[in-house]
């Protein structure tokens, strides 16, 4: 069966952050993981593989960063700064521990911004 990662409305969640509807997955249990896909045209589509393995073991969080997928861009500048702030939305309302993040090219970035 192939899992439409990214639009996968029946495990999909949106959450509020400053001007914008963040869309998230969760799949597993476990430790939570993040996930965060690429730039561009990027998606969570384009970490299936990723999340299928690491959710054997683990909650894995993948999140549509903002403007892409069913993410809003909303009217703020979609700097590495402002989606981590969306990150940081997500977390509040998904879990209270600690996170592993895993992010590819922009999704590294916005890791990084994380705090």
Known sequence: ?????????????????????????????????????????????????????????????SISTRGHGRSEMGNKIPSYVQKAKDESAVLEKVTKEKVTIVGFSDGAYTGYFFC
């Open 1 to 61: 069966m192939c899992i439409p990662y990214g639009n996968n409305q029946s495990v999909g969640h949106y959450v509020q952050s400053d001007d914008a509807k963040i869309y998230y997955e969760i799949y597993g249990k476990g430790s939570p993981i993040v996930v965060l896909h690429g730039g561009i045209v990027g998606s969570p589509l384009e970490m299936g593989q990723l999340i299928d393995s690491l959710s054997q073991k683990h909650q894995v969080i």
